[in-house]
């Protein structure tokens, strides 16, 4: 009896460790950055730090939101500019370029492996052009991106 005692007392304590767990794993934030790019307008960037956090953020995001990520077959975090929904706002080219510019830095700073490096390509597109697949972290890309060195 006391074996068995024991045990019960070791699952308990085991489930409630992976239980805390898993608390910690659903209350981590994501990355975000609030800036403001266009004239009085505020552009939220969410970057996603894993796979699954990249993952959810593409399928979070409204199909105007802006994607960037490394280009080059590089892995790297992604990152997701939050446009607007309102159609009363008026997006300049001036302001997307800003926009995507901002994007493209965050993504190189929150991606180890390119932070001291020049010149890095990265590509971007609107989330409408952007799906997961099955692999968590991956995406399939429909149409041409665009490319913006950093």
Same mark, same amino acid.
């Given at each position: &009896? ?5 045990? =019960? +007392?070791?699952? !308990? ?5 992976i239980l805390i767990i898993i608390l910690?794993? =659903? !209350? ?7 800036? /403001?790019?266009?004239? *009085?307008?505020?552009? /939220?960037?969410?970057? *996603? ?21 490394a280009g080059d077959g590089v892995s ?20 997307? =370029? &800003? ?9 190189? /700073? ?5 932070? +001291? ?7 971007y597109t609107t989330i409408e052009n ?7 972290? /991956?995406?399939?890309?429909? *149409? +041409? ?6």
């Open positions: &009896m006391i074996i068995a005692h024991k045990d =019960l +007392s070791y699952n !308990l304590f085991s489930y409630i460790r910690i794993f =659903l !209350l981590q934030k994501m990355k975000t950055f609030t800036f /403001e790019v266009m004239s *009085g307008q505020d552009i /939220e960037f969410v970057i *996603g730090q894993n796979a699954r956090e990249n993952t959810q953020i593409v399928q979070e995001s409204s199909p105007q939101d802006i994607w960037v990520h790297s975090c992604h990152v997701i500019a939050q446009l607007p929904d309102d159609d009363s706002i008026e997006i300049t080219k001036r302001d997307r =370029l &800003m926009i995507v510019k901002k994007g493209a830095v965050l993504c190189k /700073e929150n991606t180890n492996k390119l932070k +001291s490096q020049h010149h890095v390509p990265f590509i952007v799906s997961t697949t099955k692999i968590m972290g /991956e995406v399939r890309i429909k *149409g +041409s991106t665009k490319t913006i060195s950093i």
